[in-house]
């Protein structure tokens, strides 16, 4: 496609349930990026791909959170037991060289 | 940590009005990037500058970025309602990752 897609767009979970976020980045962009994003909050790092490979997983916040990319395209983002503090809108970005081409979120509502 | 405070963090002005929002930091940075973002979007790209003292113009908005390569500067001249979005910068500091800011919320009253 176009651009980078994520699905679903909205996402309603019970707390301690599991979901699964994905992202389909720009054919051809070998980096990609996954982002949070709360009320009031920046943007926060969460995990880089380059190809299939994770050298920066330093940004997930804890053990419940997972990625994986495979065929160096789609992108999966895994949170395990939700917890309310995991609500916000999660990005995906998949990138060239310069600049990030972002997709339009999911935004996890955890009740 | 790298840090980018963006001042003012809201901004309510006139149609037709100029104005500048800022991006600081104490880190120097390889390259920066500013993004507009509108409810319910990702953040869309709009510039990267990479030298310091690089000064990049699009239509109404002037970009520039700091001589030490730590700070930058977006104004727009005649704002239109269609400039309404919150700004976002964010800088590379070669851990192949971008460091955003907070953003500057800007509303533009016809």
């Known amino acids: 496609g176009a651009g980078v897609s994520q699905s679903p767009s909205n996402k309603v979970t019970e707390k301690g349930k599991d979901v699964e976020l994905r992202c389909d980045p720009i054919?051809?962009?070998?980096?990609l990026y996954w982002y949070r994003q709360s009320l009031g909050q920046g943007l926060e790092f969460l995990i880089y791909?380059?190809?299939?490979?994770?050298?920066?997983k330093s940004g997930l916040p804890s053990d419940r959170f997972s990625a994986e990319r495979t065929g160096g395209s789609v992108s999966t983002l895994t949170i395990q037991r939700t917890q309310q503090e995991d609500s916000a809108v999660y990005l995906c970005?998949?990138?060239?060289?310069?600049?990030?081409?972002f997709g339009s979120g999911t935004r996890l509502t955890v009740v | 940590t790298q840090l980018l405070e963006q001042s003012p963090q809201f901004l309510s002005i006139q149609e037709g009005e100029n104005l500048t929002v800022y991006c600081n930091s104490s880190s120097v940075f390889s390259s920066l990037q500013w993004y507009r973002q509108e409810p319910g979007e990702g953040p869309v790209l709009l510039v990267t500058?990479?030298?310091?003292?690089e000064v990049k113009k699009l239509k109404r908005l002037t970009f520039q970025f700091g001589d030490a390569r730590k700070d930058s500067s977006l104004h727009i001249t005649a704002a239109q309602p269609g400039d309404t979005g919150l700004y976002l910068c964010a800088g590379e500091g070669g851990n192949n990752r971008l460091a955003f800011g907070k953003g500057n919320q800007v509303v533009v009253i016809p």
């Open positions: 791909f380059q190809g299939n490979s994770a050298p920066d």
């Open positions: 054919s051809g962009h070998t980096a």
């Open positions: 500058v990479v030298t310091g003292g």
């Open positions: 970005a998949s990138s060239p060289v310069y600049g990030y081409t």
